[in-house]
């Protein structure tokens, strides 16, 4: 099936950094849904975004639904070493399926 | 947020035997059940869709007399891997979606498969 652009594909960055992903599609979609998936687990749903343009926070999670309905990015503030694992976006297209980001390993070091 | 349940969790087989692996919806009625594969430090890849009642639609290049998927009821869907062979092994993720136009999918807790 279809997978979304993710980047970046890994991340190694300080304890209290901030880190930044995003999604892009080449179609629109009318959700947006990011997760993290921890080793040997099923992804864990973090955010959900219904509308365009929608701001939406998670702790120190904050996620954006693209404007355009073509994008999605997802922020971490201030990292800490248990934010560690594989981040996931995922969106719904107007046809009703869903399609996933190839993934974006975080790494903290503290 | 809602709870999907899958099992085992792990399983070893040897080769040419067949596995089924379970995925439950424990607090909400699941229409529609998805399960991925995923290689290590690899994305999720749809395998195929099932809707409670009627035949599971599978992505393109993945065979569905080797993969068999049943959804009988509104919280069970199993796949079993028929005659399975070590290039088999993998984690294999179900997750779930209610009827009542939540768009969230709710992952079980993959299970690792080996075949040796």
């Known amino acids: 099936g279809q997978q979304l652009n ?21 179609s629109i979609f009318n959700t ?5 998936q921890d080793p040997g687990e099923g992804p864990v749903l973090l955010i959900a975004l219904y509308k365009a343009g929608e701001l ?33 976006c995922a969106g719904r ?15 903290v070091i503290p | ?24 919806s424990l607090d909400f009625q699941a229409t529609t059940m998805f399960w991925y594969r995923q290689f290590p430090k690899k994305s999720l890849m749809l395998m195929a869709t099932s809707n409670e009642g009627s035949k599971a639609t599978y992505e393109q290049g993945v065979e569905k007399d080797k993969f068999l998927i049943n959804h009988a009821s509104l919280t069970l869907s199993t796949l079993t891997v028929t005659s399975a062979h070590p290039e088999d ?28």
């Not at chain 2, 809602?2 to 089924?20: F, L, M, N």
């Open chain 1, 32 to 36: 947006w849904l990011w997760y993290k």
């Open chain 2, 89 to 116: 092994s993998s984690f294999y993720i179900c997750s779930a979606r209610d009827g009542q136009g939540h768009t969230e999918a709710f992952f079980g807790q993959g299970t690792r498969l080996t075949v040796v």
């Open chain 1, 6 to 26: 993710q980047s970046p594909q890994s991340m190694f960055i300080q304890e209290g950094e901030d880190v930044s992903m995003n999604c892009t599609s080449s």
């Open chain 1, 93 to 107: 297209s107007t046809g009703n399926q869903f399609y996933f980001g190839t993934g974006t390993s975080l790494t």
């Open chain 1, 56 to 88: 939406t926070s998670n702790g120190r999670l904050t996620a954006q639904f693209g404007i355009t309905r073509k994008d999605s990015f997802l922020n971490i503030s201030a990292s800490i070493p248990s934010d560690v694992g594989i981040y996931f």
């Open chain 2, 1 to 24: 947020g809602a709870v999907v349940s899958q099992h085992p969790s792990r399983v070893i087989c040897k080769s040419g035997t067949s596995v089924k692996i379970e995925c439950r």
